[in-house]
């Protein structure tokens, strides 16, 4: 069974970047299809990036060119790189794969 433990938020000023890391557990990690999803104050819960088992990515539009998602399957990590923030991107991030989420590392963009 997968579990779940994000780090790495925390406070930045427009402009600036953060790694998040998304530590998981259980053996069977490497088959699953990993996905950051964040959720706004008063905003559903979205899908922000999405990485296969085999390294293929997709993104929100609103992150295309800012944002990388990565893994490192023997490590059974992911990770999210998010460069040139700006204040829209302020809300809780969340690792989710196998079905299981994480609970949450707040980002927080603001001068």
């Known amino acids: 069974q997968v579990q779940l433990v994000e780090s790495g938020g925390g406070l930045v000023q427009p402009g600036g970047s953060l790694r998040l890391s998304c530590a998981a557990s259980?053996?069977?990690?490497?088959?699953?299809?990993m996905h950051w999803y964040r959720q706004a104050p008063g905003k559903q819960r979205e899908l922000v990036a999405s990485?296969?088992?085999?390294?293929?990515?997709n993104y929100a539009d609103s992150v295309k060119g800012r944002f990388t998602i990565s893994r490192d399957n023997p490590e059974k990590m992911v990770y999210l790189q998010m460069n040139s923030l700006k204040p829209e991107d302020t809300a809780v991030y969340y690792c989710?794969?196998?079905?299981?989420w994480g609970q949450g590392t707040q980002v927080t963009v603001s001068s």
């Open positions: 989710r794969g196998a079905s299981k």
């Open positions: 259980g053996s069977t990690f490497s088959i699953y299809t």
């Open positions: 990485i296969t088992s085999g390294g293929s990515t």
